[in-house]
């Protein structure tokens, strides 16, 4: 077994589409993570593209859906009624989603074509973390322009049946609420969706919400039934913003449900705004997809600041965007999502715990946080600035353990040797430490002999 798992880990990631002969999605029965129907373990990695259905032909989400595939992204979050101006604006097209504006009524070619990319992104193995509609909907924000409310709870309610009934029987759904807005205020509307939703496919789709920027759905629907699974949003502000203490406030709520981040910063998105305070790199999406897994997510959204809104040069920039969106999809953040993928599904995921214990001495300063995780016969220590660290060993089972240094820019590992199960032992990361040289410290139980 453990020559199989340090083989996996040599080689670079080889993609691997989601099966759903293994039944739809469930919560797990400890709470913190997705399973299959028969039980198999389900990793959320999602992408961010928000304007695929409004901005994209059908032949360019096919495209879109095989790169994703390749690089492993098992969840495609994507919108319904859009945000850039998703409901005057036509699709590709030429189709606006609703006819007279109006949430019952929709329109029968805008749909055709959602249709067409849900079916092209299950083929791809894919699921689409569907949005019924942006936040702008249901909840105007200060700094929009020109807001576009439509939603009541009772066309809410009508509006949520008409999708459950349309994509009852597409396995490859995952219901997200919200759109970028907090729910306070409008939990009415948002509540009558949801049973809409579920009232159209009979329940068979899990559903979760989408908040605004430093927020988490579970600040305000935690104890809501129809909530199957919690989502924050860490966002865009600053380099080095821990995460993984909103996941951990998350993990600690009663009842307990699972928890990720779905929008951290972004590769290539202008560092709270201001191309001046310089640009999120793939360093930058390292470092919070580990922190919020380590600190308990069951799994995580990347974002690139260019996909997210189909930029292209015809298209004014949202946010200063400065990449064309099919360059950027091969940025190198993209690529290394599927290697967090790799090493979280290369030892078994439904027992792992944060475990902070592990770590004797924490850094003072933000950027240098390590953040562990383990189950009985594994441990993961994220280092995020390749400086040496002190470990309690005796945390997981085994006289003696193995150690190994993953490298999450390649998904490559190297072989640390093995160390007695027991005391302080000090690890020194290779490389040279500083920003960018991040590592994962992988311990594995020996069995004892």
Same mark, same amino acid.
């Given at each position: 077994?453990?020559?199989?798992?340090?083989?996996?880990?040599?080689?670079?990631?080889?993609?691997?589409?989601?099966?759903?002969?293994?039944?739809?999605?469930?919560?797990?029965?400890?709470?913190?993570?997705?399973?299959?129907?028969?039980?198999?373990?389900?990793?959320?990695?999602?992408?961010?593209?928000?304007?695929?259905?409004?901005?994209?032909?059908?032949?360019?989400?096919?495209?879109?859906?095989?790169?994703? =595939?390749?690089?492993?992204?098992? *969840?495609?979050?994507? !919108?319904?009624? &859009? #945000?850039?101006? +998703? %409901?005057?604006?036509?699709?590709?097209?030429?189709?606006?989603?609703?006819?007279?504006?109006?949430?019952?009524?929709?329109? =029968?070619?805008?749909?055709?074509? *959602?249709?067409?990319? !849900?079916?092209? &992104? #299950?083929?791809? +193995? %894919?699921?689409?973390?569907?949005?019924?509609?942006?936040?702008?909907?249901?909840?105007?924000?200060?700094?929009?322009?020109?807001?576009?409310?439509?939603?009541?709870?009772?066309?809410?309610?009508?509006?949520?049946?008409?999708? +459950?009934?349309?994509?009852?029987?597409?396995?490859?759904?995952?219901?997200?609420?919200?759109?970028?807005?907090?729910?306070?205020?409008?939990?009415?509307?948002?509540?009558?969706?949801?049973?809409?939703?579920?009232?159209?496919?009979? +329940?068979?789709?899990?559903?979760?919400?989408?908040?605004?920027?430093?927020?988490?759905?579970?600040?305000?629907?935690?104890?809501?039934?129809?909530?199957?699974?919690?989502?924050?949003?860490?966002?865009?502000k600053k380099r080095n913003l821990r995460n993984d203490l909103m996941i951990q406030k998350d993990y600690n709520l009663t009842p307990v449900k699972p928890t990720m981040d779905g929008e951290a910063r972004y590769e290539n998105h202008?560092?709270?705004?201001?191309?001046?305070?310089?640009?999120?790199?793939?360093?930058?999406?390292?470092?919070?997809?580990?922190?919020?897994?380590?600190?308990?997510?069951?799994?995580?959204?990347?974002?690139?600041?260019?996909?997210?809104?189909?930029?292209?040069?015809?298209?004014?920039?949202?946010?200063?965007?400065?990449?064309?969106?099919?360059?950027?999809?091969?940025?190198?953040?993209?690529?290394?999502?599927?290697?967090?993928?790799?090493?979280?599904?290369?030892?078994?995921?439904?027992?792992?715990?944060?475990?902070?214990?592990?770590?004797?001495?924490?850094?003072?300063?933000?950027?240098?946080?390590?953040?562990?995780?383990?189950?009985?016969?594994?441990?993961?220590?994220?280092?995020?600035?390749?400086?040496?660290?002190?470990?309690?060993?005796?945390?997981?089972?085994?006289?003696?353990?193995?150690?190994?240094?993953?490298?999450?820019?390649?998904?490559?590992?190297?072989?640390?040797?093995?160390?007695?199960?027991?005391?302080?032992?000090?690890?020194?990361?290779?490389?040279?430490?500083?920003?960018?040289?991040?590592?994962?410290?992988?311990?594995?139980?020996?069995?004892?002999?």
């Open positions: 077994m453990y020559i199989l798992l340090a083989l996996l880990l040599l080689c670079p990631f080889v993609s691997s589409a989601v099966d759903f002969s293994h039944g739809d999605l469930k919560v797990s029965p400890n709470h913190r993570y997705l399973i299959h129907a028969d039980g198999t373990p389900f990793f959320y990695l999602g992408d961010t593209a928000w304007e695929l259905f409004h901005r994209l032909k059908r032949e360019e989400a096919e495209q879109y859906f095989e790169n994703r =595939r390749q690089k492993g992204f098992t *969840v495609i979050q994507a !919108v319904i009624l &859009a #945000e850039l101006d +998703g %409901l005057n604006y036509p699709n590709a097209a030429g189709w606006r989603p609703l006819t007279y504006g109006d949430p019952t009524i929709p329109n =029968r070619g805008y749909f055709a074509d *959602v249709d067409a990319m !849900v079916k092209s &992104a #299950e083929k791809a +193995g %894919l699921y689409i973390g569907m949005l019924p509609t942006w936040g702008d909907k249901v909840k105007s924000a200060p700094w929009e322009k020109k807001p576009d409310v439509r939603f009541t709870p009772k066309n809410a309610h009508t509006y949520g049946k008409i999708l +459950g009934e349309r994509y009852k029987d597409a396995p490859n759904i995952i219901w997200i609420l919200g759109g970028d807005r907090s729910p306070e205020d409008v939990e009415d509307i948002w509540r009558e969706m949801a049973a809409g939703l579920k009232e159209g496919d009979g +329940g068979r789709h899990l559903v979760t919400y989408h908040p605004g920027g430093g927020s988490s759905s579970a600040d305000l629907l935690n104890k809501e039934p129809w909530l199957d699974f919690n989502m924050l949003q860490s966002g865009h202008p560092i709270n705004w201001k191309p001046e305070n310089g640009w999120f790199d793939d360093f930058d999406v390292r470092q919070a997809a580990y922190w919020a897994l380590f600190a308990g997510a069951h799994g995580h959204t990347y974002g690139c600041h260019d996909v997210w809104q189909m930029k292209t040069a015809e298209r004014e920039p949202v946010s200063f965007a400065r990449g064309d969106w099919k360059t950027s999809l091969d940025l190198p953040g993209a690529r290394q999502m599927g290697y967090v993928r790799q090493l979280m599904e290369s030892r078994p995921m439904l027992t792992r715990v944060p475990d902070q214990s592990l770590i004797i001495t924490q850094p003072a300063s933000d950027e240098d946080h390590i953040q562990a995780t383990r189950s009985d016969n594994y441990a993961f220590v994220y280092i995020p600035t390749g400086k040496p660290v002190s470990i309690q060993m005796g945390k997981i089972q085994g006289d003696k353990v193995k150690a190994s240094w993953f490298d999450p820019r390649t998904g490559k590992t190297q072989e640390a040797g093995r160390i007695a199960n027991k005391g302080p032992h000090h690890f020194t990361p290779p490389g040279k430490p500083g920003r960018g040289n991040d590592w994962v410290l992988v311990l594995d139980s020996v069995p004892n002999q």
